[in-house]
C-alpha cells in the first residue's frame, strides 16, 4: 500500500488531472449560477421605480374615483387627492406610507428605462426556471450516451449568447428578454447532470465525496463573483455592460474547457501522467457500458414506492423553495427594504454566500473524518448536514422578521444563506448512499421536483409585494418559508436513511455478462 501511494506521488509532477477536472468543473458550475443570479442584481438598474410607482398610484386614484391630483414634487408623496383635504394617508396605514415614500425617494436616482411593474419583474426572473426544468432528464441523457463534457461547454456557451443578446431583447420588449432567460435557463438546467457523470468518470471511489465538493461548491463562489462584479458593473458601467462583460470573460473558460479537459482518463491526452490514468482506471474497476445498460433497467416503481427517496425529494423541494427566495429575491429585499444603495447591495447580499462556500468545503470535511472514526453513521451524517441547511436558516427568518436593526437583519440573513451550504453534504449526497446504480436518476427526478419554487417564488414575491414592498408582506414570506422548512426537517428526519435500498439490486444480474462481472462492494458503498 505504502508502495503503491509512493509511486503515486512521484508519477503525479503537477495538480493531478482529476482535481483539475474537478476545478475547471468548479468554475464552469459558478459561470452557470453567475448567469442565474446576475439580473437579480441588473433588473436593480435597469427598472424606472419611479415611473412604477407613480403608475400603481395612478391606477389605484382611478378606481377610488379621485377628481383632484396635486402632486408638486417628482416624487409622488400621497398628497391631497381629494377637493375636500382627504388625503390617501387616511386611506393607508403610516407605516406604509412612510415606507412607500421612502423607497421612491431612494431609488429615484438609481431608475432605469423600462416600466416593468412587480409582476412582470416576477415572471421576468421565473422565467429562467422554465427553461432549466425542461432541460433536465434530456441533459442527463445527453451527458450519459453524447459526452458530458460538450453538455457541459454547450450549457455555458447557451448562457453567454443569451447573455450578448438580453440588452437587445430588452429595448424590444420585455417577452423577447423573457425568451432570452429561457435559453439561459435551458444551458442551466443540463449543467448539474453533466458535471454528475464527469465526477463519477474521473473520481476514485473514496474520492468522489472531495471531487464532487469542489465542483459543485463553484456554485456559491459564482453567486459571490456574479453579485459583485453585476453590481459594480451596474453602478459604474450602467446595466447594459453587466450583460456584456460577463458574457465576453466566460468565453475564456469555454476555450481551456474544451482544450484541457476530456471526458474521460482514456480519453485524456495531456496533462494527465499514465499513473493517474492507471491509479483513477484500476480504483474504478468498471466497464464503461454499465450505465448505459442500468439506465435500461431502473426499477420505477420500487423508487416510487421508497420512503427514502421520498423523504429526499421533498427535503430537496422545501429547502429548494428557501434557497430559491434568498437567492434571486435577496437584492430586492436589500434595496426595497433595507434601503441599500446598489454598490451596497451587492456587497451584502455577496457576503452571505462567499460565507457558504467556505461552510460546504468545511462542514463536507468534518462529517468525513467523523465518518472515518466511526463516531457517526452515514445516515447520521447526512441528517446533520440536512438540519443546518433547514433549522438555522429557520430560526433565522424568525430573527428577521421582527429585527428592527439593518445591521442585526444582515448577519441573520448570511448566518442563513451559509447554513444552507450543508445541503451538499447532506439530502444531495443521500442519492448515491441509497442507490449507487441509479444515483443520476435519482438526481434528475428529485431536481425537476425541486425546480418548481425557481419560478414560483418571483411569482409568489411579486404578488405580496406588488403594491409597495413592506416589512409586513415579507414578514408573509418568510413565515411560509419557516412552515416549509419545518416540514422538511420532520419528513428528513423520520425516513431519511443512509442505507443502500434492496430496490438498487434488482435487475444488477443483467447489467454485466458474466465473464465482465466485478465486484460490486466499491459500487455499492456509500459516498464518504
Same mark, same amino acid.
Given at each position: 500500500?505504502?508502495?503503491?501511494?509512493?509511486?503515486?506521488?512521484?508519477?503525479?509532477?503537477?495538480?493531478?488531472?482529476?482535481?483539475?477536472?474537478?476545478?475547471?468543473?468548479?468554475?464552469?458550475?459558478?459561470?452557470?449560477?453567475?448567469?442565474?443570479?446576475?439580473?437579480?442584481?441588473?433588473?436593480?438598474?435597469?427598472?424606472?421605480?419611479?415611473?412604477?410607482?407613480?403608475?400603481?398610484n395612478?391606477?389605484?386614484?382611478?378606481?377610488?374615483?379621485?377628481?383632484?391630483?396635486?402632486?408638486?414634487?417628482?416624487?409622488?408623496?400621497?398628497?391631497?387627492?381629494?377637493?375636500?383635504?382627504?388625503?390617501?394617508?387616511?386611506?393607508?396605514?403610516?407605516?406604509?406610507?412612510?415606507?412607500?415614500?421612502?423607497?421612491?425617494?431612494?431609488?429615484?436616482?438609481?431608475?432605469?428605462?423600462?416600466?416593468?411593474?412587480?409582476?412582470?419583474?416576477?415572471?421576468?426572473?421565473?422565467?429562467?426556471?422554465?427553461?432549466?426544468?425542461?432541460?433536465?432528464?434530456?441533459?442527463?441523457?445527453m451527458?450519459?450516451?453524447?459526452?458530458?463534457?460538450?453538455?457541459?461547454?454547450?450549457?455555458?456557451?447557451?448562457?453567454?449568447?443569451?447573455?450578448?443578446?438580453?440588452?437587445?431583447?430588452?429595448?424590444?420588449?420585455?417577452?423577447?428578454?423573457?425568451?432570452?432567460?429561457?435559453?439561459?435557463?435551458?444551458?442551466?438546467?443540463?449543467?448539474?447532470?453533466?458535471?454528475?457523470?464527469?465526477?463519477?468518470?474521473?473520481?476514485?471511489?473514496?474520492?468522489?465525496?472531495?471531487?464532487?465538493?469542489?465542483?459543485?461548491?463553484?456554485?456559491?463562489?459564482?453567486?459571490?463573483?456574479?453579485?459583485?462584479?453585476?453590481?459594480?458593473?451596474?453602478?459604474?458601467?450602467?446595466?447594459?455592460?453587466?450583460?456584456?462583460?460577463?458574457?465576453l470573460?466566460?468565453?475564456?473558460?469555454?476555450t481551456?474547457?474544451?482544450?484541457?479537459?476530456?471526458?474521460?482518463?482514456e /480519453?485524456?491526452?495531456?496533462?494527465?501522467?499514465?499513473?493517474?490514468?492507471?491509479?483513477?482506471?484500476?480504483?474504478?474497476?468498471?466497464?464503461?457500458?454499465?450505465?448505459?445498460?442500468k439506465?435500461?433497467?431502473?426499477?420505477?416503481?420500487?423508487?416510487?414506492?421508497?420512503?427514502?427517496?421520498?423523504?429526499?425529494?421533498?427535503?430537496?423541494?422545501?429547502?429548494?423553495?428557501?434557497?430559491?427566495?434568498?437567492?434571486?429575491?435577496?437584492p430586492?429585499?436589500?434595496?426595497?427594504?433595507?434601503?441599500?444603495?446598489?454598490?451596497?447591495?451587492?456587497?451584502?447580499?455577496?457576503?452571505?454566500?462567499?460565507?457558504?462556500?467556505?461552510?460546504?468545503?468545511?462542514?463536507?470535511?468534518?462529517?468525513?473524518?467523523? /465518518?472515518?472514526?466511526?463516531?457517526?453513521?452515514?445516515?447520521?451524517?447526512?441528517?446533520?448536514?440536512?438540519?443546518?441547511?433547514?433549522?438555522?436558516?429557520?430560526?433565522?427568518?424568525?430573527?428577521?422578521?421582527?429585527?428592527?436593526?439593518?445591521?442585526?437583519?444582515?448577519?441573520?440573513m448570511?448566518?442563513?444563506?451559509t447554513?444552507i451550504?450543508?445541503?451538499?453534504?447532506?439530502?444531495?449526497?443521500?442519492?448515491?448512499?441509497?442507490?449507487?446504480?441509479?444515483?443520476?436518476?435519482?438526481?434528475?427526478?428529485?431536481?425537476?421536483?425541486?425546480?418548481?419554487?425557481?419560478?414560483v417564488?418571483?411569482i409568489?414575491?411579486?404578488?405580496?409585494?406588488?403594491?409597495?414592498?413592506?416589512?409586513?408582506?415579507?414578514?408573509?414570506?418568510?413565515?411560509?418559508?419557516?412552515?416549509?422548512?419545518?416540514?422538511?426537517?420532520?419528513?428528513?428526519?423520520?425516513?431519511?436513511?443512509?442505507?443502500? /435500498?434492496?430496490?438498487?439490486?434488482?435487475n444488477?444480474?443483467?447489467?454485466?455478462?458474466?465473464? /465482465?462481472?466485478v465486484?460490486?462492494?466499491?459500487?455499492?458503498?456509500?459516498?464518504?
Amino acid at each position: 500500500m505504502a508502495t503503491a501511494a509512493a509511486d503515486e506521488v512521484r508519477g503525479f509532477r503537477m495538480i493531478p488531472m482529476r482535481y483539475l477536472m474537478s476545478i475547471m468543473g468548479s468554475i464552469g458550475m459558478a459561470i452557470i449560477y453567475g448567469f442565474k443570479v446576475n439580473l437579480s442584481i441588473a433588473i436593480v438598474a435597469m427598472v424606472n421605480h419611479t415611473a412604477v410607482a407613480m403608475q400603481a398610484n395612478t391606477t389605484a386614484r382611478v378606481q377610488h374615483n379621485v377628481t383632484e391630483y396635486v402632486a408638486p414634487h417628482p416624487l409622488f408623496r400621497f398628497h391631497s387627492l381629494f377637493p375636500n383635504g382627504t388625503t390617501m394617508a387616511t386611506m393607508m396605514t403610516s407605516s406604509m406610507e412612510k415606507e412607500c415614500n421612502a423607497t421612491l425617494e431612494r431609488n429615484y436616482d438609481q431608475d432605469g428605462p423600462f416600466v416593468w411593474t412587480k409582476d412582470i419583474e416576477g415572471f421576468i426572473l421565473s422565467s429562467y426556471f422554465i427553461g432549466y426544468i425542461v432541460s433536465l432528464i434530456p441533459g442527463g441523457m445527453m451527458a450519459e450516451y453524447v459526452s458530458a463534457k460538450w453538455v457541459l461547454n454547450i450549457s455555458v456557451l447557451l448562457n453567454v449568447l443569451a447573455s450578448m443578446l438580453m440588452p437587445t431583447a430588452a429595448e424590444i420588449h420585455y417577452t423577447a428578454f423573457i425568451a432570452m432567460r429561457i435559453i439561459q435557463g435551458i444551458g442551466g438546467g443540463v449543467s448539474f447532470p453533466a458535471i454528475h457523470v464527469m465526477v463519477s468518470k474521473w473520481a476514485p471511489p473514496n474520492e468522489r465525496s472531495i471531487l464532487a465538493s469542489i465542483a459543485y461548491a463553484g456554485t456559491a463562489l459564482g453567486t459571490v463573483i456574479s453579485i459583485l462584479l453585476s453590481g459594480m458593473i451596474a453602478a459604474n458601467l450602467g446595466w447594459k455592460w453587466v450583460f456584456y462583460i460577463e458574457g465576453l470573460l466566460c468565453l475564456i473558460w469555454c476555450t481551456a474547457w474544451l482544450i484541457l479537459v476530456q471526458d474521460s482518463p482514456e /480519453q485524456q491526452k495531456i496533462i494527465i501522467t499514465d499513473e493517474e490514468r492507471q491509479f483513477i482506471l484500476n480504483s474504478q474497476g468498471e466497464p464503461k457500458e454499465t450505465h448505459k445498460q442500468k439506465l435500461s433497467s431502473v426499477p420505477w416503481f420500487q423508487i416510487m414506492r421508497s420512503a427514502p427517496f421520498w423523504a429526499i425529494l421533498v427535503a430537496h423541494f422545501c429547502n429548494n423553495f428557501g434557497w430559491y427566495m434568498l437567492l434571486i429575491e435577496l437584492p430586492i429585499f436589500m434595496s426595497k427594504i433595507l434601503h441599500y444603495d446598489l454598490k451596497s447591495n451587492a456587497w451584502l447580499s455577496a457576503l452571505p454566500y462567499f460565507c457558504m462556500w467556505i461552510f460546504t468545503l468545511g462542514l463536507s470535511k468534518l462529517l468525513v473524518i467523523m /465518518q472515518d472514526k466511526n463516531w457517526i453513521s452515514v445516515t447520521v451524517s447526512r441528517k446533520i448536514g440536512t438540519l443546518f441547511s433547514s433549522a438555522v436558516p429557520m430560526f433565522c427568518l424568525l430573527g428577521v422578521s421582527y429585527a428592527s436593526d439593518k445591521n442585526t437583519v444582515v448577519a441573520l440573513m448570511t448566518i442563513a444563506i451559509t447554513c444552507i451550504g450543508g445541503m451538499y453534504c447532506g439530502f444531495l449526497a443521500n442519492h448515491i448512499d441509497i442507490a449507487p446504480n441509479y444515483a443520476g436518476t435519482l438526481v434528475a427526478l428529485t431536481n425537476t421536483v425541486a425546480t418548481i419554487p425557481g419560478f414560483v417564488v418571483p411569482i409568489f414575491v411579486g404578488y405580496f409585494v406588488k403594491e409597495c414592498a413592506t416589512t409586513e408582506s415579507w414578514r408573509v414570506i418568510f413565515f411560509l418559508m419557516v412552515g416549509l422548512y419545518i416540514i422538511e426537517m420532520l419528513i428528513y428526519t423520520m425516513f431519511g436513511t443512509g442505507e443502500e /435500498q434492496p430496490w438498487n439490486k434488482l435487475n444488477s444480474h443483467n447489467i454485466h455478462n458474466t465473464e /465482465q462481472t466485478v465486484p460490486l462492494k466499491e459500487t455499492r458503498h456509500p459516498i464518504k
